[in-house]
T-cell receptor, first 112, second 115 residues
């Protein structure tokens, strides 16, 4: 059973526009969510996170929104840049636990 | 080095062969994690060490998988009698504190192909 789902395997966006990556989860015990970015042949790198007590967290061009009632979170990138082209993983963590649960990832392509 | 280092980067094993994958975490990092990433999927948790203690091995798929971190630094993931379904990228991550989250740093991974 997939507890974290990223239903869009890929997304193509024009440079300068907004990229919106979506993630759904099923486990209401998750209380911390993270987004990781992965380039080919590299390991995932942390991008941005949000605690379940918040509904928004912003860091430069990246904003993560959390809708607890819908068990849904999204990552907004604006403006999108070609260097943002990568695979983005949504991950969830429950309190006091050390096991990150990842989604399957969304491949973002930002084209000029 | 400055980051998490994994070796080898690529490994081809014949079915039934034993393999050993190495992870050098960032110096001083307390926590170390192993993940398995199958093609087209997200990483899946295998096991977690706090220093030399293996606190969670619930993700190891079978008793053919064994991990150790005897001195609380370098870790080895061993897979015995490899099978085709073991083909995946094996990722190691470390963090300075007792846990994961934003402080985790991932290595580049070892791509294992079982033929």
């Amino acid at each position: 059973d997939q507890q974290v789902k990223q239903n869009s395997p890929s997304l193509s966006v024009q440079e300068g526009r907004i990229s919106i990556l979506n993630c759904d989860y099923t486990n209401s015990m998750f209380d911390y969510f993270l987004w990781y970015k992965k380039y080919p042949a590299e390991g995932p790198t942390f991008l941005i996170s949000i605690s379940s007590i918040k509904d928004k967290n912003e860091d430069g061009r990246f904003t993560v929104f959390l809708n607890k009632s819908a068990k849904h979170l999204s990552l907004h990138i604006v403006p999108s840049q070609p260097g943002d082209s990568a695979v983005y993983f949504c991950a969830a963590l429950s309190g006091g636990y050390n096991k990150l649960i990842f989604g399957a990832g969304t491949r973002l392509a930002v084209h000029p | 080095g400055a980051g998490v280092s994994q070796s080898p980067r690529y490994k081809v094993a014949k079915r039934g062969q034993d393999v050993a994958l190495r992870c050098d975490p960032i110096s001083g990092h307390v926590s170390l994690f192993w993940y398995q990433q199958a093609l087209g999927q997200g990483p899946e948790f295998l096991t977690y060490f706090q220093n030399e203690a293996q606190l969670d091995k619930s993700g190891l798929p079978s008793d053919r998988f064994f991990a150790e971190r005897p001195e609380g630094s370098v870790s080895t993931l061993k897979i015995q009698r490899t099978q085709q379904e073991d083909s995946a990228v094996y990722l190691c991550a470390s963090s300075p504190g007792q846990g994961l989250g934003t402080e985790a740093f991932f290595g580049q991974g070892t791509r294992l192909t079982v033929v």
